[in-house]
């Protein structure tokens, strides 16, 4: 099993649409985790952190559950400009180790 | 916006070269990473270190090397150049526990010709 996988996309919604992304991790002992947004051709930024609580900013929404090793990334009236690939990182384990699932790629549609 | 600086952002270079691919940060970050990444595909972490004195190879295998002698620079190495190194190096720093995730310069674009 990869340590962090993602739904392999490619998402094509039209704007205004919410989209959610989905990310399992396989190390129980994780500590930390990001999404992050990349543009083509650019390098990846931090997004936001996720946290047990769930936490919002904005238009996203971030979602963790330890007990399923899970975690989600939801968006809301989707803009041209969220048109990205976004990434599902993983902090953790003994050497406090960042993994970067694969990415799944967005478009959004006018 | 991160503190984190890499140069040149593009190199063209022949075969048989050696070339340096310079990182710095100015975060006094412990962690620094080295990734490789072709254009649409997955991020590969080629190196890291923990700190000065301190490198670690990553999941992907790389002929490139790295040191670390001051916590804010963190250079990459290729010996002789091959159009197989074709690719964009990214390099990133993070604060030791990567609690607060980590920070990437905007890359490399290196072309071996």
């Known amino acids: 099993r990869k340590e962090v996988e993602q739904d392999p996309g490619p998402f094509n919604v039209p704007e205004g649409a919410t989209v959610a992304f989905n990310c399992t991790y396989s190390n129980s002992a994780s500590q930390s985790f990001f999404w992050y947004r990349q543009d083509c051709r650019k390098e990846p930024k931090l997004l936001m952190s996720v946290y047990s609580s769930g936490n919002e900013d904005g238009r996203f929404t971030a979602q963790l559950n330890r007990a399923s090793q899970y975690i989600s990334l939801l968006i809301r009236d989707s803009k041209l400009s969220d048109s990205a690939t976004y990434l599902c990182?993983?902090?953790?384990?003994?050497?406090?180790?960042?993994?970067f699932g694969k990415g799944t790629l967005l478009t959004v549609n006018p | 916006e991160a503190d984190i600086y890499q140069t040149p952002r593009y190199l063209v270079i022949g075969t048989g070269k050696k070339i340096t691919l310079e990182c710095s940060q100015t975060?006094?970050?412990?962690?620094m990473y080295w990734y490789q990444q072709d254009p649409g595909m997955e991020l590969h972490l080629i190196h890291y270190s923990y700190g000065v004195n301190s490198t670690e190879k990553g999941d992907l295998s790389s002929e490139s090397t790295v040191s670390r002698i001051r916590t804010e620079h963190f250079p990459l190495t290729l010996e002789s150049a091959r159009p197989s190194h074709t690719s964009q190096y990214l390099c990133?720093?993070?604060?030791?526990?990567?609690?607060?995730?980590?920070?990437f310069g905007q890359g490399t674009r290196l072309t071996v010709v």
């Open positions: 990133a720093s993070s604060e030791y526990s990567g609690a607060f995730g980590a920070f």
């Open positions: 990182v993983v902090n953790g384990g003994s050497n406090y180790k960042l993994t």
């Open positions: 975060m006094g970050h412990d962690k």
